[in-house]
């Protein structure tokens, strides 16, 4: 995104640096819901298929979920990026990765609590935490698609390259956001739930808005449609 001027081999070595911790943030974000998923089938729980990626966190697949999203918080954190905007939106989003882990959604309505692992699984203050985290934190990573990714310090006529890198960052973006406004309208309309619960819709509006994270980071840690001399 920003070139920084400094000596050939630390340049080098920062930027495969900052391309390696992009790619692995974007590689965390795409296999969550994959190996949840997967995982449940697996492991032949009598239990029904969870409704959100937050419920698995009552089931065996509780401490996976949150080593994911402690190591996708730490990620983020060790993330500083090239201007204090990118550093802002890291740490922002490391802070409530880690807050969505510890404080858990309520169980709810999901089966009985012979399928959790866990004694107790209401509380109202952690539900309400969990929730607002979760929003705040993909809204954030939104910002990261819509504002940070598409930035660039070439003057000029952008590559085409760099031109299809941002059409990319901007369709995330709004896919991430998209995905906050059903999920919301999912949860709190109680008929549109209904019709659509077979399907699990909040588990893959959840999947999808991480798929759209994760791919985002991909390409901006060089892994698709890279230019031929330049990381921008």
């Given at each position: 995104?920003?070139?920084?001027?400094?000596?050939?081999?630390?340049?080098?070595?920062?930027?495969?640096?900052?391309?390696?911790?992009?790619?692995?943030?974007?590689i965390l974000g795409m296999l969550?819901?994959?190996?949840l998923f997967t995982g449940y089938?697996?492991?032949?729980?009598?239990?029904?298929?969870?409704?959100?990626?937050?419920?698995?966190?009552?089931?065996?697949?509780?401490?996976?979920?949150?080593?994911?999203?402690?190591?996708?918080?730490?990620?983020?954190?060790?993330?500083?990026?090239?201007?204090?905007?990118?550093?802002?939106?890291?740490?922002?989003?490391?802070?409530?990765?880690?807050?969505?882990?510890?404080?858990?959604?309520?169980?709810?309505?999901?089966?009985?609590?012979?399928?959790?692992?866990?004694?107790?699984?209401?509380?109202?203050?952690?539900?309400?935490?969990?929730?607002?985290?979760?929003?705040?934190?993909?809204?954030?990573?939104?910002?990261?698609?819509?504002?940070?990714?598409?930035?660039?310090?070439?003057?000029?006529?952008?590559?085409?390259?760099?031109?299809?890198?941002?059409?990319?960052?901007?369709?995330?973006?709004?896919?991430?956001?998209?995905?906050?406004?059903?999920?919301?309208?999912?949860?709190?309309?109680?008929?549109?739930?209904?019709?659509?619960?077979?399907?699990?819709?909040?588990?893959?509006?959840?999947?999808?808005?991480?798929?759209?994270?994760?791919?985002?980071?991909?390409?901006?840690?060089?892994?698709?449609?890279?230019?031929?001399?330049?990381?921008?």
């Amino acid at each position: 995104m920003y070139a920084m001027n400094i000596p050939d081999d630390k340049s080098r070595s920062l930027v495969i640096s900052y391309l390696t911790l992009r790619k692995a943030i974007g590689i965390l974000g795409m296999l969550l819901p994959v190996v949840l998923f997967t995982g449940y089938f697996l492991l032949g729980q009598d239990c029904s298929f969870p409704p959100s990626i937050s419920h698995f966190y009552y089931t065996d697949l509780g401490n996976l979920l949150i080593g994911v999203l402690c190591g996708v918080s730490l990620f983020l954190f060790c993330y500083k990026g090239y201007d204090q905007g990118d550093k802002i939106a890291a740490r922002t989003a490391a802070l409530f990765a880690f807050l969505v882990a510890m404080f858990p959604t309520n169980f709810g309505s999901y089966e009985g609590m012979q399928c959790s692992r866990l004694v107790n699984g209401g509380n109202t203050v952690s539900n309400w935490i969990h929730y607002l985290s979760a929003t705040i934190l993909f809204s954030t990573f939104s910002f990261f698609c819509l504002v940070q990714f598409t930035k660039t310090d070439k003057r000029g006529p952008l590559s085409a390259a760099k031109r299809m890198r941002n059409d990319i960052y901007v369709m995330c973006g709004w896919i991430i956001i998209g995905c906050i406004v059903c999920i919301g309208l999912v949860s709190f309309i109680d008929p549109v739930y209904e019709q659509l619960k077979w399907i699990k819709p909040t588990f893959a509006l959840e999947a999808i808005a991480l798929f759209a994270f994760g791919f985002s980071w991909l390409i901006k840690g060089d892994t698709f449609f890279r230019d031929k001399t330049e990381h921008s």
